[in-house]
């Protein structure tokens, strides 16, 4: 049976720092300790358009946006409060 492990914000500050530096997604997974798949995941969610300072873009990852977005979903994970419904 295996064992399912979140990703942490140190890991997305981990995946931040090799992302941007241009390392493989496969070499973050090894670096990290998590499969690839789950960095393919992590960093379709926390991409963002970059501008540089000649006006050109570039696609960079932030671990504050990933994060956001974690802890927006699962804020509505879970049963609804009783209480609202009085």
């Given at each position: 049976?295996?064992?399912?492990?979140?990703?942490?914000?140190?890991?997305?500050?981990?995946i931040e720092a090799l992302y941007n530096n241009g390392f493989?997604?496969?070499?973050?997974?090894?670096?990290?300790?998590?499969?690839?798949?789950?960095?393919?995941?992590?960093?379709?969610?926390?991409?963002?358009?970059?501008?540089?300072?000649?006006?050109?873009?570039?696609?960079?990852?932030?671990?504050?946006?990933?994060?956001?977005?974690?802890?927006?979903?699962?804020?509505?994970?879970?049963?609804?409060?009783?209480?609202?419904?009085?």
């Amino acid at each position: 049976m295996r064992k399912f492990k979140t990703i942490t914000y140190t890991m997305r500050l981990k995946i931040e720092a090799l992302y941007n530096n241009g390392f493989q997604k496969t070499k973050i997974a090894n670096e990290i300790g998590t499969t690839y798949t789950s960095v393919y995941r992590e960093i379709k969610r926390g991409l963002y358009e970059h501008r540089n300072t000649d006006y050109t873009t570039s696609t960079m990852y932030s671990a504050e946006i990933a994060q956001r977005d974690h802890d927006t979903k699962m804020s509505k994970c879970g049963r609804p409060i009783k209480l609202g419904n009085d």
